[in-house]
């Protein structure tokens, strides 16, 4: 059973969606502990409805980003996390976070990397006249939005969408990819070769997508 720890800021979501997953037994793992920055994020009341450990460290006690992240890192590590998941948790972490847990750092970014890093995604994919958005799971790595791609899930992009009608198409995405994701890690079957990560026994989709649908076919 893998052991993960999950670092959140706002409403938990994600958080919840693993949860989810583990309880309806399609993801081998518990969680040991939820860590947030924000003392009045829902996600910690996520946690606590299904008695899981929560600690809260903010940016008031620890100013400096090393000093915060250190302090991080020993509260995973005396919980014996083995894989550490970002799920809206909106601190970027120093190469001290990111050297502690070498390709063991989960993130769920909502576009399709490498489009569009950052934030206010939702906007930018609008108008730039993308057909296509979606979202991304990936290692984290010490840079933003530019560690080795996972599993990606697409989502049109309709005429009429708007900032908020796509990131909610796109949320629910999230919810389907991100165990999935950390199910991989768990069963051993994601190998890291530069920035390709190989899927040993994955299954991958044939054809293609295109938007607007071709009307001939």
């Known amino acids: 059973m893998l052991t993960i720890g999950v670092l959140v ?91 502690a847990f070498p390709l063991r750092i989960m993130n ?32 984290v790595d010490e840079g933003v939005d530019t560690g080795p791609i996972i599993i990606q899930a697409v989502v049109p992009i309709r005429d009429d969408d708007t900032p908020e009608t796509l990131r909610q198409r796109i949320l629910t995405e999230e919810h389907r990819i991100y165990p999935e994701a950390i199910r991989l890690f768990g069963e051993g079957r994601l190998t890291v070769e530069g920035r390709r990560v190989r899927i040993r026994e994955g299954r991958f989709p044939e054809g293609v997508l295109v938007n607007p649908a071709i009307e001939d076919e």
């Open 9 to 99: 800021s706002g409403s938990g979501t994600n958080l919840q969606s693993i949860i989810d997953s583990i309880e309806a037994g399609c993801l081998d793992a518990r969680i040991s502990v939820v860590l947030s920055d924000n003392p009045q994020a829902h996600a910690l009341k996520r946690a606590e409805e299904h008695g899981i450990k929560t600690c809260v460290i903010t940016k008031k006690e620890l100013p400096k980003r090393e000093d915060y992240d250190r302090r991080a890192v020993e509260v995973l590590n005396a919980h014996g996390v083995e894989l550490v998941v970002l799920a809206g948790f909106m601190r970027i972490l120093s190469p001290v976070f990111v050297r």
């Open 108 to 139: 769920i970014h909502p576009s399709l990397l490498p489009a569009f890093p950052g934030l206010d995604v939702h906007r930018k994919a609008i108008e730039s006249g993308a057909r296509f958005s979606g979202c991304t799971v990936h290692f």
